[in-house]
């Protein structure tokens, strides 16, 4: 049975953590201590106490989540994050979270399982942040139409193309999560097609005008395949089991 | 047959738009000039290439726009952009511009014409911006059930149901458009269900922490109706014709 | 027995908590909840986790405290802050702030309550924060001399006087915790004596060319007043019993 | 007849424009798209409406500016840039700028040609922006009586000089256009003489005090070298006619 | 003979210093101290150090200045400000400052007296500055050419026209020193039409595109009058001497 | 007898002052220049009026100082700064301020003449301010008990220990003047034990959390090491009497 600073040493090497720098907010690595022991893990996309009491329903004790708790600033340790904090604390449930880490990562990352998924092999990764290339180049299917078809595939519960750009384009962007920030650097990188998972209405004009294929498949359905990974990763480096904390969310 | 300056001072008034605030980048009023006579009145949800295409073809020569050109800063008279003015200008197309002013406006506002088209009585009006409240209240049918099956009716494309609040509201918030702005807001306006446009995936989490109803009915959607009433009243004004610019966008 | 939420809400209007505007983390008012019952009353200068460990011990459910816990913001529940938080909730202590209005307040505020000590009586308010003002200008003694021995009476753990003033002052000035801020109002309301918590060294210098009296009383030592007053309005209020947790703290 | 893209790709070569910073609203590069053919170049100091009518008129098809179009952020395409632009589109002309990439230019920039027209061999450069230096020094004549004649026949329009420095500089700095940021970095460059196009009241105090030589001979006049040089250029390797857009400018 | 404080208290009335906000670095009043008493006042325009020598020279030991010391933190008392200061203190110079409320004075300050000088009625106001308005409106005379006549005669050293605006405008605003600010602010107040000192050679375009007359008039030459005033009523009030400080500034 | 260029030129060098970035506000080097010519050199701590009038009277025309006079920006020669440069200039009193450089030398520093005075051997440096390392770290005596008895007996006017760390650290950190920065550090440089001149109430409590020991010395008293040393070094070089200036600073 591993201890607590044997598997957040062990996710912070996996996920290259201290070399990764992220937004401020995510705060990556460990977030919640707990008494020092762990002897199962769950993945969730969310820090939020429904995904919480699931977690302590299936008698997990070390949580890893994409979004993390610091987002906004805690003001006050009441209501909700009273609640939370002290589920949390109660009933032992360490956290750990892995944001931008687990969009980069080669092997266990999100975009890189979503390309497995829908069959692509990656060529390339850009759009740097601080240094690490968060978004990946693969190389397209033979039509526009056969990668809607495996996207349709993969999510099942719903995907939104916005289909402006050419029938046949030879790469394809992938993004997961929010992919407002790759839309100018599609371009530049010799593609018009992005696959990601949640846009804002403005960028259905911006890609009727920039002539972009635009694929949204939901932000939460994209950012599952990260912290399944890592968790199942542990789960058997430690031989301890694994649980993924399924929400409805459909956005 | 009014000419440009007429009906851009009417279109002011209508909208107030001298007295209310707007976001840096909305410039509400008259964005591109035209010879100065109009003939026919066009309205659409964004100042894109195709809105214009489409407006030209139809004969517009006033377009209002709900979202004008200057959310980004021009760079350069090239591309689209240069495609897009010439265009305007070549065909003589001069384009109106009202973001808040038409969501705000107590008659032919966004939110006002939202409520009235799923048979809502409105009681107040809250979340100010520089001083003008920019969303509604409106009183609440029997049940969140009813609620529902309505925007199910009036949103045929699509409209996504977060129901984590009270069955049965007696206030419901109405925000066309984004909604964001509007969440930290609910409860203290005692009520604990939105009607909105477009949230983002981390409102999930919010909406199963706080225990929120939020119906998500499309920012394009839920925001063709104050363009659509201020063109009408604009044509039986001056005894000309207009046209709604449909576009199909599904955000 | 009160209720957290009577205590709180009593507490709240006592100091004018919703009406006085505070420091960017000071965050006063409820910071931690408890299960909603209270039954002894603490009072203490620091929200830190040597007088949570001595509330804890003394049966104290509901702690005052004049520096909260957000003035740096929380970055991770982990190391001391989880130890601090878990024992909070584990002992299920509330802990409610209150900062500039235990010093403004006219009666139990901390540089009123000092002037009493000294037997000063109060002439006016000055430094306004925000619209109140936290600082207090009382009658002088008969003497400098005479002042000095009333301040070596009361703060029996050390004082250090710099005596570069006039040795009859008129009036006092009085500021409770660091003197900083009030230092460039002193001429401009009158006098040129500054009873106060703590200055830096750089003081010593402007006092000696700007010819002023400071008396440094120590921080901790000056700040004691108001939550030992609030505290003791509250045991007497709801018939519960109160108790001041003391540190050693020089500073 | 050369393309559009193909004289524009010469202007960024010939000016180095992708690899010189340049200040924000500067935006050195094509700034209006024509119909991509060009038969006849400008050059003007300023991308104002006169010269575009004077351009036109002309039958020049691409001008080339030192001051572009972007130093105020347009805010809605009415009144002088409805027409300026409306102008441009209608006649097919096309807009080139660049700034300081022709301050800074070794051999057609407008330090180095304003050195040459007086017979000043260039010694070094300095007063780097962003890792540009945009200042040069150069070897002085025998007397700063013999430079005065000299930049009096050169600047006939009008020059004003401000001798308050030696009379025999060893080097002179040259900085066309405006002088202001030059004048800190005089001394440590071993030089009290200045040759530059504006400077404001406040430093004929200043090159008193530090005594200075300071010739300021005209804004517009010391920076028509460079853009009339590149047309120049560009004519002689697309064989078609250029031509300078003059304008009245004594400033 | 009047104290320094006397004088001091005297021009702050006048010029109602404690009223009037101005920029950074302005310090409006007293800005050098001297040994109490004044027996000559000397208005210049700058605080240098070469009107500070002439000053003294004429027997001045209260120094009126336009533009005073403080517009650059001074870093060290080395060099050029070690002399100017040591060369105060040594012969006993007091120097005070007056900037916009010698602008904005309605008897004695610089626009005014310049209007009077030429000839022309004050009609209004305009161009507030931090509640201030520091810039006039004058009644113009029966063309443009009769003004332009007037200026030449008053500016004998040059002045520069650039007349794109209107041959009899109705008004005429006025400006001291940097026009500037006054530009965007013309055609709301009914005028095309600027007196000024100084422009940048960018406005020259600005008055072609936006058909204004500008007449440049000199930094220095149209902001003598305010100060020459202040020390003339001065030596009236107080039976002293006052004398105008001049420098052959061409700015 | 030493120049005034000479003496400045040697400190410079020997406290490595252009190499060494300080706070803004420092302006480390020549603050006030004389006539000069030096004959006495004398040390300071702080840039006060009493320390000038000292260093006067005793001779001195060239003081060291550690804090400058540049920390808050003059805004006018008036009161205090008047007579301050005043008694400065009449009586040719020039004076250099070194902060950061007299704090980081690795000889005559602050820090490494502390740690000599009390017998402890460095080990290494930390806490870099824009590259150079400004706190020391020592090999610890054998017990806190012991180092505590010496800090004693070189503070006599009064040293606060703050302990809550181990009884027998391994190293100790040295930072004089405020500990504040060090503070964040000391852990990752494997101590916890601080020897420094002041700190604020709030570390108290840090202490008690963070398991500290904190050692206040007086911010005047740690520092007046350095400027001693330069002095001596300097009077030694050039064959001029050198004297400390002692104020009764208890902070």
């Known amino acids: 049975m591993p201890s607590l600073s044997e598997i957040v040493t062990a996710c912070d090497q996996v996920t290259n953590r201290s070399s990764i720098q992220d937004f401020p907010g ?22 939020g106490i429904v ?8 008698g997990v004790d070390f949580l890893i989540v994409h979004h993390g708790l610091f987002w906004n600033t805690p003001e006050r340790y009441t209501d909700v994050l009273y609640r939370k904090l002290k589920l949390a604390m109660d009933h032992n ?31 390339d ?4 942040f601080e240094g690490t290339p968060i978004a990946l180049l693969a190389k397209a299917p033979e039509s526009r139409d056969v990668l809607k078809t495996r996207l349709q595939e993969e999510f099942k519960d719903g995907m939104t193309a916005l289909e402006f750009g050419s029938q046949s384009p030879k790469r394809v962007a992938i993004l997961t999560g929010s992919g407002r920030s790759a839309l100018s650097c599609l371009r ?19 890609a009727q005008e920039e002539r972009f294929n635009l694929y949204l498949c939901g932000h939460y359905a994209t950012e599952r395949y990260g912290v399944t990974a890592l968790a199942g990763q542990m789960a058997s480096k430690f031989q301890i089991p694994s649980h993924f904390i399924q929400t409805s969310c459909p956005l």
């Open 26 to 47: 995510a705060n990556n690595g460990l977030q919640i201590e707990n008494n020092g022991e762990v002897t199962k893990i769950g993945a969730a996309v969310d820090a």
């Open 51 to 58: 995904p919480f009491e699931k977690a302590i329903e299936a």
């Open 93 to 123: 449930l360490a956290v750990y979270s892995s944001h931008l880490p687990l969009d980069a990562h080669q092997e266990i990352g999100n975009n890189r399982l979503l390309a497995k998924a829908i069959g692509l092999e990656p060529e």
């Open 188 to 206: 530049e990188n010799d593609t018009d097609t992005l696959i990601t998972g949640e846009l804002r209405q403005e960028h259905f004009n911006l």
């Open 125 to 128: 990764w850009f759009l740097p």
